[in-house]
T-cell receptor, first 111, second 114 residues
Framework: GNSVTQMEGPVTLSEEAFLTINCTYTATGYPSLFWYVQYPGEGLQLLLKATKADDKGSNKGFEATYRKETTSFHLEKGSVQVSDSAVYFCALSGGNTPLVFGKGTRLSVIA | EPEVTQTPSHQVTQMGQEVILRCVPI?????FYWYRQILGQKVEFLVS????????KSEIFDDQFSVERPDGSNFTLKIRSTKLEDSAMYFCASSGALLGYGYTFGSGTRLTVV
């Protein structure tokens, strides 16, 4: 079945540091890939998405590229801010199956 | 921007009681979902609903759970006899299509069973 594996957290970075959160997936066919963010005390918000190989999703300075050859969708940001502190979830949707989430990676950014 | 609305935001119930969690999906969306997140753990799929019937459900969604779209706007999750392990954040989501668009999630209902 479809599954998502993302790096274990927590990740703690200083402000303006470079962020990478790794995500790899297993799926049949050609899934769509997503990153969701959950700020403290809030629900899940779609951060970015990519629907086919080599697509790059981007939003709020975050970006991720759909790499079919490595089955990866790593999240990156060049310069993190304190306000980026949140839990980040990689997810996929394949065929007519519901969205499947990774376990989430908690990011803490310190000033 | 359209939102998915969930009520209540927090519910405390006694073990064995029935609870109904309510959701108002985005009006022109066709697919509806419930997920849950036990504190500190992953977000787990419970059930999907399309065309007034369940289209898929997980192993978690056993006979104690049911869903309903009673009036064309609300989408409810009923837990018949709550257990301590049902304590979690429950998220409703809706989508305009199956593929590629992602889901819009509500802000969740935190259910605490005591």
């Amino acid at each position: 079945g479809n599954s998502v594996t993302q790096m274990e957290g927590p990740v703690t970075l200083s402000e303006e540091a470079f962020l990478t959160i790794n995500c790899t997936y297993t799926a049949t066919g050609y899934p769509s890939l997503f990153w969701y963010v959950q700020y403290p005390g809030e629900g899940l918000q779609l951060l970015l998405k990519a629907t086919k190989a080599d697509d790059k999703g981007s939003n709020k300075g975050f970006e991720a590229t759909y790499r079919k050859e490595t089955t990866s969708f790593h999240l990156e940001k060049g310069s993190v801010q304190v306000s980026d502190s949140a839990v980040y979830f990689c997810a996929l949707s394949g065929g007519n199956t519901p969205l499947v989430f990774g376990k989430g990676t908690r990011l803490s950014v310190i000033a | 921007e359209p939102e998915v609305t969930q009520t209540p935001s927090h519910q405390v119930t006694q073990m064995g009681q029935e609870v109904i969690l309510r959701c108002v999906p985005i009006s022109n969306h066709l697919y509806f979902y419930w997920y849950r997140q036990i504190l500190g753990q992953k977000v787990e799929f419970l059930v999907s609903f399309y065309n007034n019937e369940i289209s898929e459900k997980s192993e978690i969604f056993d006979d104690q759970f049911s869903v309903e779209r009673p009036d064309g706007s609300n989408f409810t999750l009923k837990i018949r006899s709550t257990k301590l392990e049902d304590s979690a954040m429950y998220f409703c989501a809706s989508s305009g299509a199956l593929l590629g668009y992602g889901y819009t999630f509500g802000s969740g209902t935190r259910l605490t069973v005591v």
